[in-house]
């Protein structure tokens, strides 16, 4: 399995509600990212977790709040969202965060905020 | 303060033609570079990379080229091919300022259109 999967694919949610994007690989990599890419820009990095612990936080606003259960799985918890929020948001792992060995993207969830 | 920067937000080339996407950087400390195509509504896809030690790296129908005194990269496709139509993004990695963790930073991407 050379792939992170991501869901759901796609996600309209109002501003008052709370969902959660998810992502997962099998490919044994321990770090894992989170990406938020705004259309005709490049993907700006949100999160970072290694080995299972929260290494970089880019000061994202705490209305997202990253999760890493296990080192297979990667969150994104949504609440209180603003309409510019709206975006492709996009998983990626590497082997480690120490080193360069290249990452895998996920194909992204497409969020919407009403 | 972009530190990566593609400067043609679209290119249009002949199909068998050689199509070159042009990267240029501002920090001094970024060790890989890579290439990155993207198809609408997918990730991006790794294409090619090169460390900050080479000039040049090839693979198939795709090349890198490195010049480090110019801060520049370039990724060269012969011969171009409808389906390499999509976004290309340059990014290089670094390890993070005061950390031990790498990071990535973007371009903001090259659409490159081939036709028939």
């Known amino acids: 399995d050379t792939e992170v999967t991501q869901t759901p694919k796609h996600l309209v949610m109002g501003m008052t509600n709370k969902k959660s994007l998810k992502c997962e690989q099998h490919?044994?990599?321990?770090?894992m990212y989170w990406y938020k890419q705004k259309a005709k820009k490049p993907p700006e990095l949100m999160f970072v977790?290694?080995?299972?612990?929260?290494?970089i936080n880019e000061s994202v606003p705490s209305r997202f709040s990253p999760e890493c259960p296990n080192s297979s799985l990667l969150n994104l918890h949504l609440h209180a969202l603003q309409p510019e929020d709206s975006a492709l948001y996009l998983c990626a792992s590497s082997h480690d965060g120490q080193g360069w060995n290249g990452y895998t993207f996920g194909s992204g969830t497409r969020l919407t905020v009403v | 303060d972009q530190q990566v920067k593609q400067n043609s937000p679209s290119l249009s080339v002949q199909e068998g033609r050689i199509s070159i996407l042009n990267c240029d950087y501002t920090?001094?400390?970024?060790?890989?570079f890579l290439w990155y195509k993207k198809y609408p509504a997918e990730g991006p896809t790794f294409l090619i990379s090169?460390?900050?030690?080479?000039d040049k790296n090839e693979d198939g129908r795709f090349t890198v080229f490195l010049n480090k005194s110019a801060k520049h990269l370039s990724l060269h496709i012969v011969p171009s091919q409808p389906g390499d139509s999509a976004v290309y993004f340059c990014?290089?990695?670094?390890?993070?300022?005061?950390?031990?963790?790498?990071?990535?930073?973007f371009g903001k991407g090259t659409l490159l259109t081939v036709n028939p």
């Open positions: 920090n001094s400390m970024f060790d890989y």
């Open positions: 490919m044994g990599h321990r770090a």
């Open positions: 977790y290694s080995y299972e612990k929260l290494s």
């Open positions: 990014a290089a990695s670094a390890l993070e300022s005061g950390g031990s963790n790498y990071k990535l930073t």
């Open positions: 090169i460390s900050s030690i080479k």
